[in-house]
């Protein structure tokens, strides 16, 4: 009997750990876009502020909801290990500064560009450590898999979510110094090592509806521009001034939102999987 209800309580736990990692990876979604939204208000200049900052406010209640949906799993849990406790206790404390730091980007006073993207990436990286966390504890072979994979496709999303506001600062700036080229090489890097992680454990099925998403005209754009920046990093030379390309700042965004939102929905679907195994 013991055996068996010590069984229950693992496989319980393994669930719950799924729903937590499926709370933080629609999460991490949120506050990437308000992150991108952020970075428009505070490289702005001229008369498209006022837009952008009613952009950025129209972000809170979604980053709210899936925040809301996260906390309450996350009150849920016990009896976890310590690292993982600290992790999430650390993450509280970073959700909890988030409405000052919303109301200073909004004012555009008190805050620079780079201390908000420092703070929302620590906290995304929280969120997506919080995945890879999970499945490690999650114990049964084929359900910890499907956390994997997911995880994977999370921090592939976030490596392409800071090639996005790099670009977009460099277009607001008009500037793409040395610093951020690095930023920028080390983002592409750690998306392959994020796609090699979700190949190396997504069933066949999986790899099929990753490529079946991430095929096709959706994505034309996105890959244009992409590669006129790549070939721009590749040529390793930094404009320090008037840094031009021939998209602006918004077709850049939208053409890097979709490619988020196709890489959440491949997300949201093994999420679902995963609840289902």
Not at 124 to 129: H, T
Not at 171 to 178: A, N
Request: proline residues 2%.
């Amino acid at each position: 009997v013991m055996g068996h209800v010590e069984t229950y309580t693992n496989a319980d736990r393994a669930r719950t750990l799924s729903q937590l990692s499926r709370d933080a990876g629609r999460l991490v979604h949120e506050l990437q876009n308000e992150r991108a939204a952020a970075t428009l208000v505070l490289s702005a200049s001229g008369g498209g502020v006022d837009g952008y900052v009613e952009a950025y406010r129209r972000q809170f209640p979604l980053t709210d909801e899936a925040q809301a949906s996260y906390t309450v799993r996350r009150s849920g849990l016990v009896d976890l290990p310590p690292t993982l406790t600290a992790l999430l206790r650390r993450i509280d404390g970073q959700l909890s500064e988030l409405p000052a730091l919303r109301n200073k980007v909004a004012a555009r006073e008190g805050v620079s560009l780079t201390h908000t993207a420092f703070s929302y990436r620590v906290v995304i990286a929280n969120l997506i450590a919080v995945r890879e966390s999970s499945a490690q504890l999650a114990g049964e072979t084929s359900l910890s898999d499907r956390m994997r994979a997911a995880a994977a496709v999370s921090a592939m999303k976030e490596a392409l979510s800071q090639q996005r506001v790099i670009v977009l600062r460099a277009l607001g700036e008009r500037s793409l110094p040395q610093a951020r080229v690095r930023e920028f090489v080390e983002a592409i890097a750690a998306h392959e090592q994020a796609l090699q992680s979700f190949l190396l454990v997504a069933t066949p099925g999986e790899r099929s509806f990753y490529d079946l998403k991430l095929s096709g005209d959706d994505l034309r754009l996105a890959r244009k521009y992409q590669g006129t920046v790549e070939s721009i990093i590749n040529s390793g030379i930094a404009v320090d001034r008037n840094f031009r390309l021939e998209f602006t700042q918004e077709q850049w965004d939208s053409a890097q939102r979709e490619h988020a939102n196709l890489l959440r929905e491949v997300e949201a679907e093994l999420d679902n999987r995963m609840e289902a195994t």
